[in-house]
């Protein structure tokens, strides 16, 4: 493809980056610095996405974001993963996604497919991606994906006003937990509305029904242990999820797991994983290999993803 055609395409299909401003958005104001490194999550996203779109090519984008500072490099295979689903579905060539996550992107699957479930948002139902083009367990990471869009943009609705949105059920292949699994990413996308002030993030997450709090602080844990930010309040944080502590725990322990794998350990890291898991990175990481099922595993009434949570929250709270 010409480059001029390439870089059309880009310019046609990248939002611009002022939609990832915290005031655009109506988030919490927050903290100079807090601020700061929200809004290049969302740049370096764009920018991950932007490549995408433009070369059409998981081999040729990889080099691209090299670049990219370590504390952020995984938000740009995240926006990576989104722009070649949204490729795939313009273009009826549906290969780029696969093609990524079975090669360069294999270090990055967990934000990989995180950023797929933010296609899902974008793209009408007819032109989503088939579930079972996603590894069986990681799948849920998609709706994780899509969650965390609809609260970050959608965030009236989603956040303020709690609505449910139960349209992606269907597709999960497991109605029951498929809420559950976009509540996930809704309480990621809490980190970023709350501009990574742990106070303001348990207000919103307390907003919500008790039943979903769960699921929203382990969201919650996994945006603060991986993004950073309120690193010396993260202790505040930790005491008002109460008896949800270890789910913030297990979010935490996804995030040192995702930045181990990919190999972008960053300093705030290791200081979120020793208040809200106790453990280092590595020691969190391992654990939360150490209680993964076995790849295969038959998905019984409860999905396979969620045993893993659940053991994993389980040997945190112990």
Do not use: K
């Amino acid at each position: 493809m010409h480059t001029s055609v390439r870089a059309l395409r880009r310019h046609v299909l990248t939002p611009s980056t002022s939609e990832t401003h915290v005031s655009r958005r109506g988030f919490h104001p927050g903290e100079p610095n807090d601020r700061h490194m929200i809004e290049t999550v969302g740049g370096t996203f764009l920018t991950g996405y932007g490549h995408a779109v433009e070369t059409g090519d998981p081999e040729r984008v990889v080099p691209l974001l090299r670049g990219t500072p370590a504390r952020f490099r995984g938000f740009a295979h995240e926006g990576a993963a989104m722009g070649f689903t949204v490729l795939d579905a313009l273009t009826l060539r549906g290969t780029r996604l696969t093609a990524y996550l079975d090669g360069p992107g294999r270090p990055h699957v967990y934000m990989a497919h995180v950023g797929a479930g933010w296609a899902l948002a974008r793209l009408p139902r007819p032109l989503w991606p088939r579930a079972d083009r996603f590894d069986p367990l990681l799948r849920w990471l998609v709706l994780d994906g899509y969650g965390f869009h609809e609260a970050y943009f959608r965030t009236d609705r989603t956040v303020r006003r709690r609505r449910v949105d139960d349209r992606p059920a269907r597709w999960s292949g497991h109605p029951d937990y498929a809420p559950r699994a976009i509540d996930q990413g809704i309480g990621r996308a809490l980190w970023f509305v709350a501009c990574a002030d742990p106070v303001r993030a348990a207000d919103l997450v307390e907003g919500f029904p008790v039943g979903r709090r769960a699921d929203l602080y382990a969201g919650v844990g996994l945006a603060a242990a991986y993004a950073g930010g309120g690193d010396d309040r993260l202790a505040a944080l930790r005491e008002r999820a109460g008896e949800h502590t270890r789910w913030l725990a297990q979010g935490g322990a996804f995030a040192a797991e995702a930045r181990v794998r990919a190999g972008l350990e960053v300093p705030h890291v290791a200081t979120a994983t020793e208040i809200l898991c106790g453990l280092t990175p590595e020691r969190a990481a391992r654990l939360a290999r150490e209680t993964r099922p076995a790849s295969g595993t038959a998905e019984g009434p409860v999905p396979a993803y969620e045993v893993w949570r659940t053991r994993l929250a389980e040997r945190l709270a112990r």
